[in-house]
C-alpha cells in the first residue's frame, strides 16, 4: 500500500504528506483519524491535533517554531501560520552524550594519487589561481591555450579559477582571501598550480608565496605579469613543464580512511530531512568508524539545532569553541541588523520547510551521530580525524569552496529543489525524491528518494557507499562532466 504520510518522530505533533494529499482525506496516524482540512501539498506539514496560539510545533522530535494563532487539527501547517522561536545569543550548558557507534571496519579503499608530502588527492587537475581578480582574463585565456594544445588528455580537467578579490580588502577579510588561495595551491586534487599574480596588488606574490608555508616546487609555479613582457607565452611554458610532470601521475589504492567529505545541501525541501539528509548521516558514521574525515558547515543552518552538536562534542573544550561558532555567526547577523531566524529561502518553504528550525533540525542530520572531533575557523584546514565543524554561511558556492578548501576531496550536497553548481572539487548532487532525479538527470548523481518508496535505508546506503568510492577513484560526477566549476570567496569587510 502507498505510503501517504510519515511521522517522523513519536513525540511530533506534525506530520509529513509524502504526495500530495486532497482536502478531505482521511489518515489514520497512531490509531487516531485525521481529516483534512485543506489540500497539503508534498513535503509539507499538517497538524495531527488542535493547537493553541503560541503552542510548540513539534517535528523531529523538536520545536520548529510555535502556532501563530489556534489551529486545527487537520490544518496544513506552513511558514504562514508557524513562527521561529529564535531570538539573539544564547546561553548555553555542555550537557555530553555518548556518541560511541558499533559500526564495523570493513578495510575498504579507493583509487587516489599519493602526493610527495604523504597527501592524497581524487582528482589529478591542472589548476591556474590568480593572486587577484585584475588576471582574470589571462588565466582563462592560459587555461583555454592548455586544453587546446594537450586535448585536455592526460590530467583530469585543466581549470583557471577567477575570483573578484586579492585587492582592496583589510584586515580579516583579506586574510580570508589568502586563506582560501593557499588552500586551493595546497589542495591534493591538483596534480600541478600556476600561481597568477598582477605586481601591485595587496595580495603580493612574493608575499604569498610565503604564506603557503611548505609546498611542491616542481608543481607549483609563480608568474607576475607585471615582470615579463609576453604573459600568455610565459605562462603556456610554466603551464608546459607542469603537464609534463602530472600527466605521469598514476592512482594507486589507498584505504578509505583518507578520504575527505564535505556535507552541504542547498534548495532543501520537506523531503530533506527524512531521505538524503539522513543518508548522508549513516555514511558519514560509516566513514568515521572506518578512520575517514567529514565536515559539516552552514552555521547560520545550525540555529535550532546547535545544542546537539554541542553536546557531541568529544570534550569542554571543542564544546566552547561550537559554542563560539554559533554565537559569533549570530553577532554577525545581529551587528547588520538582521534577525538570527531569517533563513528559510522561497524555495525552501514552497517545498515545506516553514522556519530555521524546520530546517536546522533537517540540516544537521547530515552529519549523523557520531562525536564532534573538531572545529575549524572559515579558511584553516583540517587538523584531525572524524566529524568536523567548519566556520562557513550557507551560501552554497561559498560554503561549498569553504568545505574544499579545508581539505574535502568531495562535497556531497543533498537537494530537494536541484542546483546544477560545482566547486573545484567533485560536487555530487543527491536528490531528496525520485521525481528531482527524473526530471534533472543532468544535475542529479544519486537519487535517495527511493526511501520514502519502500528501499530500506541501509540497503540505499550501502549503494552509495559504493558510488562514492567509484567517484573517489575517478568516475565523473555532473558538474565535472559538464565543466561547471567555480569558487567563491567570504567577503566580510570593507572594498577600498
Request: negative net charge.
Amino acid at each position: 500500500m502507498e505510503t501517504k504520510y510519515l511521522k517522523i518522530n513519536p513525540a511530533d505533533n506534525v506530520a509529513v504528506a509524502i504526495t500530495a494529499l486532497p482536502a478531505g482525506e482521511k489518515l489514520t496516524v497512531d490509531g487516531k483519524e485525521i481529516v483534512l482540512n485543506e489540500d497539503v501539498p508534498a513535503g509539507h506539514k499538517f497538524a495531527l491535533k488542535d493547537f493553541a496560539e503560541g503552542e510548540n510545533v513539534i517535528k523531529y522530535g523538536y520545536p520548529i517554531g510555535h502556532a501563530r494563532k489556534a489551529q486545527k487539527q487537520g490544518d496544513w501547517m506552513n511558514e504562514n501560520n508557524i513562527k521561529t522561536n529564535l531570538a539573539g545569543l544564547l546561553e548555553y550548558t555542555y550537557n555530553p552524550v555518548n556518541a560511541d557507534l558499533d559500526i564495523p571496519k570493513k578495510n575498504l579503499t579507493f583509487k587516489g594519487y599519493r602526493r610527495k608530502n604523504g597527501d592524497v588527492g581524487v582528482r589529478n587537475e591542472i589548476w591556474i589561481i590568480p593572486t587577484v581578480g585584475c588576471v582574470n582574463g589571462i588565466i582563462n585565456q592560459l587555461a583555454e591555450g592548455l586544453r587546446r594544445e594537450t586535448g585536455g588528455k592526460g590530467v583530469d580537467a585543466i581549470m583557471a579559477y577567477p575570483h573578484n578579490y586579492g585587492c582592496s580588502q583589510l584586515g580579516d577579510d583579506h586574510e580570508n582571501t589568502k586563506k582560501i588561495l593557499r588552500d586551493m595551491v595546497l589542495h591534493p586534487n591538483a596534480g600541478a598550480v600556476l600561481v597568477v599574480g598582477l605586481g601591485c596588488e595587496n595580495n603580493q606574490p612574493d608575499v604569498f608565496r610565503e604564506f603557503l608555508g611548505d609546498y611542491d616546487e616542481d608543481r607549483v609555479k609563480f608568474l607576475v605579469t607585471q615582470k615579463v613582457g609576453d604573459e600568455y607565452e610565459e605562462g603556456m611554458q610554466l603551464l608546459r613543464e607542469l603537464y609534463d610532470k602530472a600527466s605521469r601521475d598514476q592512482r594507486e589504492e589507498v584505504p578509505l580512511s583518507e578520504l575527505r567529505v564535505g556535507l552541504k545541501c542547498g534548495g532543501s525541501d520537506g523531503f530533506s530531512g527524512i531521505t538524503a539528509n539522513p543518508l548522508l548521516g549513516m555514511f558519514s558514521d560509516f566513514l568515521v568508524a572506518q578512520g575517514g574525515t567529514s565536515v559539516l558547515t552552514e552555521v547560520p543552518e545550525m540555529f535550532g539545532a546547535e545544542t546537539i552538536l554541542m553536546n557531541r562534542c568529544r570534550n569542554k573544550e571543542l564544546f566552547e569553541e561550537t559554542v563560539s561558532l554559533i554565537n559569533d555567526f549570530k553577532e554577525y547577523f545581529l551587528s547588520h541588523g538582521e534577525p538570527v531566524g531569517e533563513n528559510p529561502s522561497p524555495g525552501n518553504k514552497a517545498g515545506g520547510i516553514s522556519t530555521l528550525e524546520d530546517k536546522a533540525l533537517g540540516c544537521t542530520q547530515k552529519c549523523g551521530k557520531s562525536y564532534v572531533e573538531g572545529v575549524l575557523p572559515y579558511g584553516e584546514r583540517l587538523k584531525v580525524k572524524g566529524l568536523n565543524l567548519l566556520s562557513a554561511p550557507g551560501n552554497d558556492l561559498v560554503a561549498a569552496t569553504a568545505l574544499a578548501s579545508c581539505g574535502c576531496h568531495i562535497v556531497l550536497f543533498t537537494t530537494g529543489r536541484g542546483t546544477p553548481f560545482g566547486t573545484y572539487v567533485p560536487t555530487m548532487k543527491i536528490s531528496t525524491n525520485s521525481t528531482l532525479a527524473k526530471n534533472k538527470p543532468g544535475w542529479i548523481d544519486f537519487n535517495a528518494g527511493v526511501i520514502v518508496e519502500n528501499e530500506p535505508m541501509e540497503k540505499t546506503c550501502e549503494r552509495f557507499i559504493e558510488y562514492v568510492i567509484k567517484v573517489a577513484s575517478g568516475e565523473f560526477v555532473n558538474n565535472e562532466k559538464k565543466g561547471y566549476k567555480e569558487i567563491a570567496i567570504f567577503k566580510t569587510g570593507v572594498t577600498l
